[in-house]
């Protein structure tokens, strides 16, 4: 599973060391009527302590992509091609772990095997969208704590600070006492008003604001090198959205984390994101740093996405710009582009028959589209 | 108050509500004893127009689908008046201002014609044991309006107005999608000719491009059936982008109501001020200076003295500590609940 331990990891021209290449990544779910490619021939990567934003509509294969890199695809999913490689350094080597740089293909790696419970949740945390359904009330304490916290849920009946205590120690050398003195203190920085006592409440305890700053308080308690971030605000209201926000860049600096936050909300993603993959129904259609992608969208797709969120300003013109038809059904895509049926661009003939290549159409700047073929 | 607007599409005041408050008690024991209040919907005053959208903002937990709701009498508020110009009491259907509160179960139920609901949710908010057909009917049925053949004519109609097709008639919610879910059920809401549609978080459940068509939609619908809208969200850009005026609330009161540009432009309470600068922007290279809000919302069964807000405002003073601030017409038409509103000058978009 582990390819080759060397030296270094591939760096870009400003030095910065690539943590996650994901390469023509494929998921398939093979359910009853066919296949759904939920998500086609994805390539990019993640350097350590970058943000990349991953945005689209339900069903354009995000959420797939982020539960692909954690191997927590839900059956009947699996992955079908390309490779994930992970450059692993471990910030906290148990003894007589390797201490130098790995290079691990994640997609071969056993899903329920030791080497990716080492990494999921504690090298590579997750945050998911609902605090409210993360917690499930089925679970009792003795139900595999670890695994169950890794996957960040909350279990409602074991103090918060026995849970993140159970966290930190499963990934770092700890003894109990230092690791609830670390999840008073993480709870501290996420702003939880008390942290002393609020270690030992219970999630029902707390509000949906602070059960989800306490759900990236564990995530980040770990000090993963990356974190997954899956519409973590989507369900907040703005003023804690922004303090959430803040936490993760402020975490993001003082400890180098690379964050791959997935969302739909254009607004939230321009202030995280140094660079952007947009994807629709499973195919990525555009990849740019954020200011070339909201200032220079290339892929109408893209185009149309930026133009159909209402804007807070004075008023402009009365209608939104809105992408016509729908999503189509992901059994029985559209030839040629997927986008072609919607495409403010359309060209009869060709978008409807030739698949697009993934072309590059600036600086660091990619796009699915016909428009850029000869 | 002001009642007409110099836009043609705006008429005179269809709704007014004063005062209005809902608590909900907390009972504990085994007698089930009040041990105190929950005050969902604590003093609320606005007035919408007719042809107007009026946005009604705030966190969640701020009381504002609980006022939306009091409104059509949902839930029983437990004062307050809800002066609506209904058309529907009088035998020749000329208007008149009635309180709603104080009208029995036939007369009410008369005006709910006139006030229809549009929900958040596009899948629970609809029977999936009805067909399309039978879902946009049953308003007709329940009021004593359907009538074989002119029924049937009229949904087709109205499906076709919400951009569905004839043939999605005999089909089930779960063969659509949220956004075509969510013109089913605009396409109920329009089934009596309502003139007040109460829109509770109508596109939040959606897509962003089908957001756009929905709120386009709505548009288009108010225009051509000269409807009032209360729409009630949290995204403050949709808010924007779709209201004529804005209400801000914050636990259980509304702290500022406004012409939505003047609101955003200058806003005159501090709340309104932090919430707005909090709004994520979809510029990259906006720099943001949001305003940090400190704390969490208030409880509202165990609220703070004096305005609601102190605790968390950055310009409190011992006057905001003490004593509750008046909800007042500062400026022509732009309404704010704080002491120091004249002197503040607060930051807008």
């Known amino acids: 599973m582990t390819l080759t331990a060397q030296e270094t990891a591939p760096t870009t021209t400003d030095g910065r060391e690539v943590l996650l290449e994901v390469q023509d990544l494929k998921v398939e779910f093979n359910i009853r009527g066919g296949v759904i490619k939920a998500v086609d021939g994805l390539t990019f990567d993640i350097k350590r302590g970058q943000t990349v934003g991953i945005i689209g509509e339900s069903g354009c294969g995000k959420s797939v992509t982020a539960r692909a890199i954690l191997r927590m695809v839900p059956k009947p999913g699996r992955i079908t091609g390309g490779r994930i490689l992970y450059y692993r350094r471990p910030r906290h080597p148990k003894p007589g772990q390797p201490q130098d740089l790995q290079v691990i293909d994640l997609t071969t790696v056993d899903p329920d095997g030791e080497l990716i419970r080492q990494i999921r949740g504690g090298e590579i945390a997750m945050i998911f969208q609902e605090p409210m359904s993360s917690l499930t009330p ?4 003795g139900t595999h704590i670890n695994e169950a916290v890794s996957l960040h849920r909350l279990l409602p009946l074991k103090k918060l600070g026995d849970q993140m205590a159970e966290t930190i120690m499963a990934y770092r050398h700890v003894t109990r006492e230092e690791a609830r003195e670390i999840a008073v ?10 942290p002393e006592q609020r270690v030992d409440s219970y999630p029902h305890q707390l509000s949906g604001g602070q059960r989800q700053r306490v759900m990236i308080a564990i995530a980040l308690s770990t000090e993963p090198s990356m974190l997954i971030a899956d519409e973590p605000t ?3 209201d703005v003023s804690i959205e922004a303090q959430i926000l803040d936490i993760m860049r402020e975490l993001q600096r003082t400890a180098n984390m690379a964050i791959m936050f997935i969302t739909h909300n254009l607004g939230v993603i321009a202030s995280m994101a140094e660079e952007i993959v947009v994807m629709y129904m499973g195919k990525q259609v555009e990849r740019a740093k954020v200011v070339d992608l909201f200032y220079n969208p290339k892929h109408p797709y893209t185009k149309a996405l930026l133009q159909s969120v209402p804007r807070l300003g004075p008023k402009t013109g009365q209608r939104l710009a809105s992408i016509e038809g729908m999503v189509p059904d992901p059994l029985n895509l559209p030839t040629g582009c ?23 159409v600036g600086e660091n700047h990619w796009a699915r589209c016909l428009l850029y073929e000869e | 108050m002001s009642t007409s607007a110099p836009n043609g599409r705006i008429g005179e005041t269809l709704l007014e509500v004063k005062g209005l408050k809902k608590y909900f008690p907390i009972q504990r024991g085994l007698l089930r004893r009040t ?14 127009r007719e042809g107007e959208t009026l946005g009604l903002v705030g966190e969640s937990g701020c009381g504002k689908t609980t006022a939306s709701r009091c409104i059509i009498r949902l839930y029983e508020p437990t004062a307050g ?34 006030i229809a609901m549009i929900f958040q949710d596009p899948i629970n908010s609809l029977n999936p044991r009805m067909t399309v057909s039978d879902i946009i009917a049953e308003p007709m049925v329940i009021h004593g309006k359907y009538q074989k053949g002119v029924s049937e004519e009229r949904i087709i109609e109205l499906l076709r107005r919400v951009g569905l097709r004839p043939d999605h008639l005999r089909r089930y919610p779960h063969e659509f999608s949220g956004g075509q879910r969510q013109r089913i059920g605009i396409a109920r809401a329009l089934a009596l000719n309502p003139r007040l549609v109460l829109c509770d978080e109508p596109v939040s459940a959606l897509d962003v491009s089908i957001q756009a068509q929905t709120l386009n939609l709505l548009q288009d619908l108010q225009q051509e059936f000269k409807l009032s809208y209360i729409f009630v969200a949290h995204d403050l850009s949709v808010v924007q982008h779709i209201s004529d005026r804005v209400a801000v609330m914050y636990v ?7 012409g939505s540009e003047e609101l955003y432009a200058n806003p005159l309470h501090p709340y309104t001020e932090a919430l707005l600068s909090a709004v994520p922007k979809p510029d990259p290279l906006y720099k943001s200076d949001r305003i940090i809000m400190q704390g969490d919302v208030a409880d509202p069964s165990n609220p703070p003295k004096g305005c609601y807000f102190h605790p968390r405002c950055q310009y409190a003073i011992d006057l905001c500590r003490q004593k509750t601030p008046e909800f007042r017409e500062l400026k022509p038409d ?16």
């Not at chain 1, 089925?138 to 304490?141: F, G, I, L, N």
């Not at chain 2, 041990?35 to 919408?48: I, N, P, R, T």
């Not at chain 2, 809800?82 to 179960?105: H, I, Y």
């Open chain 1, 338 to 360: 997927v986008f072609h049926p919607r495409c403010p661009a359309f060209m009869p003939g060709k978008c409807d028959k030739i698949v697009p290549r993934w072309n590059q």
């Open chain 1, 234 to 236: 989507t369900a907040l």
């Open chain 1, 185 to 194: 203190q993480m709870l501290r920085r996420v702003g939880i008003p008390k």
């Open chain 2, 81 to 114: 008046q809800v002066l609506f110009k209904t058309r529907a009491l009088s035998p020749d259907g000329s208007p008149q201002v009635v309180n709603l509160l104080e009208l029995n179960r036939e007369q009410m139920n008369r005006v709910r014609e006139e």
């Open chain 2, 35 to 48: 041990v105190g209040y929950v005050k969902a919907v604590d003093d609320v005053s606005l007035y919408v």
């Open chain 2, 252 to 258: 259980g009161k509304v702290v500022e109501m406004a």
């Open chain 2, 334 to 349: 732009h309404w704010v609940a704080c002491h120091r509103a004249e002197e503040l000058k607060l930051r807008g978009i």
């Open chain 1, 138 to 141: 089925v679970y009792t304490a």
